[in-house]
């Protein structure tokens, strides 16, 4: 895995990086996966276990993809209003909406982080590390199914990424981090 640019979806505020296995970004691929209802489907049937949790309430696949649907489009709305916001109002930035990944792991630099969908419960997740207060880099996303990201392959994997990214801006010289703009 090598992060091949980081792209500015919210200019001063809220990016995404790009891995070179990938031919988008991970915020533009999370919200174009969770639009595809070929590979919603796809995912809920293979993750029909998961689904069928009585958490989720015994949820069919069609409701999944639907939900689903209509979250990430409140979801992308949201994070993308909180972050041009937030560049203006102190109290409402991207903080608000991301939330430390692991509970009580508050770190100083380069924190971990993970925001949940607006239709509760929501299984939908961007995983980002936070910069500042108003300045995240979003290095994945995923739809979580179960209580914690140890127990499914693509979740490990987005684990990996968060570390793989923090790792990465760790090493980078904050003068010499480019970003590239979207028009």
């Known amino acids: 895995m090598k992060i091949i640019n980081t792209f500015a979806i919210v200019k001063d505020s809220l990016y995404s990086v790009q891995y070179d296995t990938e031919l988008l970004n991970e915020f533009a691929k999370c919200f174009e996966l969770w639009n595809d209802p070929?590979?919603?489907?796809?995912?809920?049937?293979?993750?029909?276990?998961?689904l069928n949790n009585k958490f989720w309430?015994?949820?069919?696949?069609?409701?999944?993809?639907?939900?689903?649907?209509?979250?990430?489009?409140?979801?992308e709305e949201e994070l993308l209003y909180i972050a041009e916001t937030g560049k203006t109002e102190r109290l409402e930035t991207l903080s608000a909406l991301f939330e430390p990944l692991s509970e009580g792991v508050?770190?100083?630099n380069l924190?971990?982080?993970k925001a949940k969908g607006i239709k509760r419960p929501?299984?939908?997740?961007?995983?980002?590390?936070?910069?500042?207060?108003?300045?995240f880099v979003?290095?994945?996303?995923?739809?979580?199914?179960?209580?914690?990201?140890?127990?499914?392959?693509?979740?490990?994997?987005?684990?990996?990424?968060?570390?793989?990214?923090?790792k990465y801006l760790q090493d980078e010289d904050g003068e010499n981090l480019e970003f590239v703009e979207l028009n």
């Open 38 to 50: 070929i590979y919603l489907r796809e995912f809920f049937e293979e993750h029909k276990e998961d």
């Open 138 to 166: 979003v290095c994945g996303g995923a739809i979580k199914l179960t209580r914690t990201m140890n127990e499914r392959d693509h979740l490990i994997l987005e684990l990996d990424k968060l570390e793989f990214t923090r």
């Open 111 to 113: 924190e971990k982080d």
């Open 57 to 75: 309430n015994g949820i069919t696949i069609e409701e999944a993809i639907i939900k689903t649907k209509e979250d990430a489009r409140l979801f």
């Open 106 to 108: 508050i770190e100083e």
């Open 122 to 135: 929501s299984w939908l997740r961007i995983y980002a590390i936070r910069i500042e207060a108003n300045l």
